[in-house]
């Protein structure tokens, strides 16, 4: 009976921490951008970033060259709940570098590596969200892309574009393993669990803009949905109150695989100058996030629950809204800013996870760019704002019952060259 009840504690548990792994997306490989919150991404022709945006507003840069960049982003977080206070706050970096090739005025061709979907929480191991039923302690997902685009101009303004992107994952979840003790009733840690995966796979972009003039353009891009097929192990670790329940050869190393589907996604942009000082820009992104409903897991030979830990997740589709401010100053100088509203694609306080703790932001940014010859840099800064969510307990994680105040800063330095 008691071997039962850890089996069937550790399946939820265990369950619960995989579904996590699908991640959110993300926008931060772009300076300028960021510095007007992502306002007209694709459609500016400042930098080298529209092939990860709408590679047909690659046709809006009319220099070739490449850039290198990182942008500093902050987790911080606080979790309140009736067992007391958790807090968090680190960096978390993100590189990349993009260039393209303009063969004429008409062809265009770019390549790029840069991250698109990532999460990053750690808690403390004795945190209160560590000694939950839930026990998260480590969540990390990165996704690298490497993006190959081409863009050909139109006569009458039409641009057309299309990448082909190589993408890469890998994750980690490390978890206390906790369950109530049958003798006191109080949660008792029995060993950790540390699980990895990483695997390829493949995914498309297509995109069009179209110029009214030199000083107006919009563009539409879409990005397909791609699922990633990604493999690895899982360790079961248990310390002395777990060996009381079960012997320790039973949980060791098995293989996994997990399939989370990352989802289509929808941007329209545009750009307009108003004078030789003032341009604004804007931007509306539909996030396919409903695909994930179910986040597939399966770990070969493992004893709990038949080695199968399909979880319902039921994200919604989300929004996002910017809108940015250009300022040129001068031959040298141009300064931004910009504000967005981003939805988060958590359903319900009971869909919310201490391993995500996700909920509505708002951006405030601000950016420059210093030009000349061939040489740009540019300097970029976000605050954003979090609608504060609350962790109920979910139904089959445990995890802790918290009401969560976020934050986050982000600085971003990127370095152009054109020619």
């Not at 393209?100 to 265009?108: E, G, S, V």
């Not at 061709?109 to 808690?123: D, E, Q």
């Not at 369950?179 to 498309?204: C, M």
């Not at 929808?266 to 992104?285: F, R």
């Amino acid at each position: 009976m008691k071997k039962l009840y850890l089996m069937t504690a550790l399946a939820a548990i265990l369950g619960a921490h995989n579904a996590n792994a699908a991640g959110y997306q993300l926008n931060e490989f772009s300076t300028t951008n960021l510095g007007r919150s992502f306002a007209g991404i694709g459609v500016v022709g400042d930098d080298f970033s529209a092939l990860g945006y709408n590679p047909a507003g690659m046709t809006a840069q009319k220099r070739s060259g490449a850039q290198v960049g990182l942008t500093l982003t902050e987790i911080a977080a606080k979790a309140k709940s009736e067992q007391g206070t958790d807090k968090m706050d680190y960096f978390v970096p993100l590189p990349s570098v993009m260039g393209q090739y303009n063969y004429n005025d008409k062809a265009f061709f770019g390549l790029g590596i840069y991250v698109p979907y990532g999460l990053s929480t750690k808690y403390k191991h004795d945190s209160h969200v560590a000694e939950s039923l839930g026990g998260a302690r480590k969540s990390e997902l990165e996704v690298i892309d490497t993006n190959f685009s081409a863009a050909y101009r139109f006569d009458m303004g039409l641009s057309l574009g299309a990448s082909a992107i190589l993408r890469y994952i890998k994750g980690q979840l490390t978890s206390n393993l906790n369950a109530n003790n049958p003798y006191t009733g109080e949660i008792a840690n029995l060993g950790y669990n540390d699980y990895r995966v990483k695997g390829w796979t493949q995914s498309w972009q297509l995109g069009a803009m179209y110029d009214f003039d030199e000083n107006t353009r919009v563009g539409l891009a879409y990005r397909f949905k791609s699922t990633q097929h990604a493999h690895g192990k899982q360790y079961i670790y248990m310390n002395e109150m777990g060996q009381m329940f079960t012997r320790m050869d039973e949980f060791n190393r098995y293989d996994t695989m997990a399939d989370p589907e990352l989802p289509a996604s929808w941007i329209l942009s545009g750009y307009h100058k108003w004078s030789d000082k003032w341009a604004t820009e804007a931007t509306v992104k539909y996030i396919q996030w409903h695909r994930f409903y179910t986040f597939p897991c399966k770990a070969s030979g493992s004893p709990l629950n038949g080695g199968n830990y399909d979880v319902e997740y039921r994200w919604k589709d989300s929004w996002t809204f910017a809108l940015g401010q250009e300022y040129y100053a001068n031959e040298n100088w141009t300064f931004r800013a910009g504000t967005a509203w981003d939805q988060a694609p958590t359903a319900n306080n009971n869909f919310r996870t201490n391993r995500i703790p996700d909920s509505d932001r708002i951006w405030l940014s601000a950016g420059a760019s210093y030009t000349t010859g061939h040489h740009q840099i540019d300097l970029g800064y976000a605050f954003l704002t979090m609608m504060h969510g609350r962790v109920r307990d979910h139904y089959q994680g445990g995890d802790l019952d918290a009401k969560y105040h976020n934050h986050s800063n982000m600085f971003a330095l990127t370095y152009q060259y054109k020619f």
